[in-house]
């Protein structure tokens, strides 16, 4: 194979080549690396790179929902809710502002910090120790889901609803439903994958090589660490939805 | 180690890629039906757009049918046309040619042309299709619903488009926006496959700079999808919630028939930004397909290499990126502030700089080229005529103070089925010539092929040419009748007649066409491998049609950028992107 491809080159035309190329600077030098031999992207396997350029596009999903609901909330001529009342909660005859929320978002970026230690223990091949941080951080995500459920409940109790709500301008009940929803939704979607690779980590498929139901292929260790980007993501997303629609 | 390279610093290093885990079929059904193959999936793709597009082409057919000869046919009322109109545009833009282009082309051509053995993941990629026909089914399934598909326009403006006596204002609608989600869900499944193929699957030797032009338009084409259908998808969940749960995003306060709605305090203006967000990347996720395609077909049939290469691609990802913030010179009569209008007709202006570097090239690498009259060549030689007409007009509409008078009328129409509709559409059928031989094995039969090219092109001259006319004396679009009215003059009235009878013989054409397309399969003309002695990787697999798995045992090394023809001292007037030497350009086509 290496001999029958390699060409003889006449020497003098190989070094002016080489030397016109060896360090190209600049622009140029930017251009070639980019655009260098097979991967764009050195040693990022085809998965990593997959849910990168997902979690862009799934930015920019996050990013039209939250400029439309903005749009909406800052061209209202009716008053806006306002968060601090709304999502306070009243424990033992003092209202607490924001309390449930905050104990989501610890519960969130706690899971985050379960996540990361369980990619840390999947590259050293420690199984037990990887499924059972995934079950943790599925958990915590879970209670997350399990919480927003209980707020969806209790605001609903309240009459707040997608076409109304009973302080202000109705976009308030929809950009909320419909927000959180999503986010919600790619939670729970996120706690679905983390207990089928934790299963999978636990009975050592990523040792055996045995192959997934559907694709009929060999997972690998990395898919903890793909799951982990996608899990980051969804926390990140939750800090900008906390930000823009409690704390505004 | 195998280390192919002529000094250290070359390009060909080892082989660092991974190799894709292929799905060997077992069956009928896994190797045709359900298949993982990215050839079999692109054959799919394109069966099913060309099958709905023949859907949006009979639509056509009626709504000009109704505007030369009203009442001609008596089931044609107002909301039919409107529906038709709908339906015809939404059809073509998203499900014909947004789906040929990426899903059909892309799969075919990018594991081929960048030397991969199928896409990175071909799971993904099979549920890609099966998703696209999940939407193509539920859009068609709007045909048989009560109240009939929506008759929204394309663009599907609210409050309009929601309101109970929009034209399928039923079920036409809510099937219109869940068939869109389910598109963009599908097409996102793919996209990914195709983008993190061409950054992260490629063969030994090819650097992103000696990747075909087809590959880099798709590949930015597919980028761009993937940023700007997030847009359409809000747009469709948040519309959806308006219809369905009674949610004001886009609902002002309204009176619907006397009566007082229950929407209000939401924003028509914001759906439209959303909207064209994804709207214009559109244009270009359509265009800069045809712009990559064209390119290889006008350097393989000129026997000359692409002039200037690398400002070819850059005008490529600068397009890109500049088509994400023109987005609303589609809304000048919106209302809007009058600085912004400037920002936009500026920006829109701007676009104009590497088109024209395109258009320039195009021309430079046929001249003194040895042009060959092929199909793919005539059909490469009208879409640079047709592509550089709409573009012109494209400068009337850019600007303010155009735009205002021109909008919304028959002009727009005639400039945008020019620069987005019949262009691009001649690519496809210049790449179908093209490519053939090599899905098939077999040519397509030439007599056929140059009757259906003759035809589609004058034919689509003389439909558009008289309707920019029609537009600037100032004919509506979307009016299903224009009737007698004043300012209309009786040219206008005998120029429908005329537009409607050639739009009759050009889609005729097109079941020639599908005729050929279908009698070559059988009686066409054994190809061979490389029919048009042509120096990328699809032309050089060991089997034609290419197998499962595209290549022999080992996977090709790259050598050379795509465009070595007719390169002095070689035996032959091309050298394959594959082949060793020291002849042409065997470097990084940076130098």
């Known amino acids: 194979m290496v001999e029958s491809v390699q060409t003889p080159v006449p020497q003098a035309h190989s070094q002016a080549h080489s030397q016109a190329h060896r360090q190209p600077g600049g622009m140029r030098g930017f251009v070639s690396d980019w655009a260098s031999d097979q991967q764009a992207f050195k ?170 139901f559907f694709t009929s292929r060999k997972g690998r260790y990395e898919i903890v660490e793909i799951m982990g980007l996608y899990w980051h993501f969804v926390d990140l997303v939750w800090v900008f939805i906390f930000a823009f629609f409690y704390l505004w | 180690m195998v280390d192919a390279s002529h000094d250290g610093n070359d390009v060909i290093t080892p082989a660092a890629v991974e190799d894709v885990e292929l799905y060997h079929p077992h069956s009928w059904w896994t190797r045709y039906v359900f ?46 046309y409107y529906q038709f109109i709908t339906m015809h545009g939404m059809i073509m833009v998203i499900y014909l040619l947004t789906a040929l282009f990426l899903g059909g ?52 403006y609210p409050p309009q488009a929601i309101l109970s006596n929009t034209p399928g204002g039923e079920w036409g609608i809510i099937l219109m926006l869940v068939s869109l989600i389910i598109f963009v869900i599908g097409f996102t499944m793919g996209g990914l496959n195709y983008v993190v193929t061409v950054l992260q699957g490629r063969t030994r030797g090819m650097t992103l700079m000696r990747l075909p032009l087809t590959v880099w338009g798709i590949f930015t084409a597919t980028v761009m999808a993937l940023l700007a259908f997030p847009a359409l998808f809000v747009a469709c969940v948040m519309m959806l919630f308006d219809r369905m749960a009674g949610t004001s ?19 028509p203006i914001m759906f439209q930004h959303l909207f064209w967000f994804f709207g214009h990347p559109e244009v270009y996720i359509v265009a800069l397909p045809a712009f990559g395609i064209v390119s290889d077909l006008i350097s393989t049939h000129a026997r000359k290499n692409i002039f200037g290469y690398r400002m070819m691609v850059w005008a490529i990802v600068i397009i890109g990126a500049l088509s994400f913030v023109v987005w609303a010179h589609h809304m000048y009569v919106s209302g ?46 009208a879409f640079i005529v047709t592509f550089v007409n709409g573009g012109l007009t494209g400068l009337f509409l850019g600007n303010v103070v155009v735009d ?82 004043s300012f209309v003059p009786a040219s206008v009235h005998d120029l429908n007649v005329f537009i409607t009878v050639v739009a009759l013989i050009v ?52 050598y050379r950028w795509a465009y070595d023809y007719s390169v002095p001292g070689a035996a032959e007037d091309f050298i394959p992107q594959n082949q060793p030497g020291t002849l042409g350009v065997t470097r990084e086509a940076v130098a």
């Open chain 1, 43 to 212: 040693n990022v396997s085809w998965g990593k790179a997959m849910m990168w350029i997902f979690l862009l596009s799934d930015t920019f999903i996050f990013g039209c929902f939250l400029i439309a609901y903005m749009t909406a909330r800052m061209s209202t001529t009716v008053p806006w809710p306002n968060p601090s009342e709304v999502f306070g909660l009243t424990i033992a005859g003092h209202e607490i502002p924001l309390l449930l929320i905050a104990i989501m978002t610890f519960v969130l970026i706690t899971s985050s910090g379960t996540m990361a230690m369980a990619v840390n223990f999947g590259y050293r091949r420690e199984r037990r120790r990887t499924a059972l941080l995934m079950i943790l951080t599925a958990i915590l995500g879970a209670a997350f889901v399990g919480m927003q459920a209980f707020e969806w409940t209790k605001l609903i109790h309240e009459g707040v609803r997608p076409w109304e709500n009973p302080w202000g301008a109705a976009q308030f009940g929809s950009s909320f439903f419909m927000i959180t929803g999503f986010h919600g939704t790619h939670v729970t979607i996120g706690v679905i994958f983390l207990f089928i690779v934790a299963r999978k980590v636990w009975r050592g498929d990523f040792d055996t090589g045995r192959r997934g």
């Open chain 2, 35 to 80: 298949s993982q193959d990215a050839k079999v999936i692109a054959i799919q793709y394109a069966c099913t757009a060309i099958a709905i597009g023949l859907v949006a082409l009979v639509l056509s057919w009626l709504m000009r049918i109704q505007l030369a000869f009203p009442g001609a046919l008596p089931f044609i009322d107002a909301d039919r």
């Open chain 2, 105 to 156: 082309f892309g799969n075919y051509l990018i594991p081929l042309m960048v030397g991969a053995r199928d896409m990175v993941f071909p799971y993904a990629n099979m549920l890609s299709y099966w998703l696209y026909l999940l939407a193509v089914l539920v859009l068609v399934a709007s045909f048989f619903t009560p109240g009939g598909p929506t008759g929204a326009g394309w663009t599907l």
């Open chain 2, 249 to 267: 995003f886009f609902m002002p306060a309204i009176v619907e028939m006397g009566e007082q709605l229950k929407h209000g305090g939401g924003s």
């Open chain 2, 336 to 381: 809007m502030n009058p600085y912004f209008g400037y920002f936009f007709a500026t920006t829109t202006l701007i676009i104009a700089v590497p088109t024209a570097i395109k258009v320039y090239n195009w021309a430079l690498t046929l001249w003194r080229g040895n042009i060959h009259l092929t199909l793919p060549m005539l059909f490469s030689l």
């Open chain 2, 404 to 485: 205002v008078p021109l909008s919304d009328t028959m002009f727009v129409v005639a400039h945008f089925h020019m620069v987005m509709g019949v262009a691009p559409i001649l690519v496809i059928f210049g790449a179908i010539y093209h490519w053939y031989p090599k899905v098939t094995g077999r040519m397509l039969n030439e007599a056929m092929g140059q009757l259906h090219f003759w035809i589609t092109f004058l034919g689509a001259y003389l439909i558009f040419f008289p309707m920019h006319y029609v537009g600037l004396v100032g004919v509506p679009r979307r009016y299903y009748e224009i009737g007698e009215t």
């Open chain 2, 507 to 558: 889609g005729a054409a097109q079941m020639l066409f599908l005729f050929n397309l279908v009698w070559s399969l059988r009686h066409g003309r054994e190809a061979g491998g490389n029919p048009w002695r042509a120096t990328t990787l699809e032309w050089q697999t060991p089997q034609t049609p290419p197998v499962h798995g595209n290549w022999g045992k080992e996977l090709p090394i790259v």
